[in-house]
């Protein structure tokens, strides 16, 4: 793949490792290349030449809107009401991980999570935010990260009491515009030449054994399928509900 890993001496054998499982390459100098991955003390970052100059895509679960988030996890309604109420702790499968936010609100809300991304790159940033904050963040232990197409690699995990599915929106340049890491993000899923499933995901799970499952969509987004039991409705996005 053309997306060398950008590093210094004392990561050399770290880098060697991400390096053998994207099939690219490790260098130690900026590569000519519109896309690399950096691996330095600050962690590892996906940088990328997009058309708004280049940019970085570095996954933090401590700072940011995701941070907060995770500071106030009572502050979920949406969420809490599309998982139902219950003083059990739910095995959620998170068939589109991406960066990760959703299965972080689950396992603050005191969840176990398996979460399944299909891109290496996403996936490897995640394994590292995971890794850089599993001190402060003690219910990662109740995560389990999974590399690969989540349709087949529920086959394992089909007693879940959960199936969370949030797939990519169509592409438009208004949506582009309003989140530039998903930018990031389907750059990677395109250099590594994935064809999205987009919506026929949530069709895999439905043929599925399955107890329920929690599709996000956008607020107008038309039904997937008509056997729906209830809806959540936010002011951007919803959450459909299959039992
Ligand atoms: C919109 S993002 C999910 C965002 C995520 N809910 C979050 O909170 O950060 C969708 C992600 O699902 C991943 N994905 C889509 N289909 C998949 C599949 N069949 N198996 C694994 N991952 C998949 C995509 O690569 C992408 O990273």
Redesign the pocket.
Known sequence: MDCPVLTSDEKLPEAHKISRFLHSYVTQDIPNTDNYLLLSNDGLSFNSNTKDGRRELRIDFLKGAIGWRLRRPEHEKQLKKAIGKTTERLTIFD????????SMIFLSLGHKVIA????KI?FLLIRDACKRSEEALPFLKNLKLVHG???EIYKSYNKSDLIYL???YPDSSKSSKRSGDIEL?RKA?DLESIK??GDE?FHEFRTSEHKKIILKRPIKAPLICNKINYQIKGKSTRFDIYI
């Open positions: 068939g589109t991980a991406g960066m990760l936010a959703d399944c991304e299909q891109s996403i197409n989540s349709a949030d797939p990519l993000l899923i999205d499933m995901i």
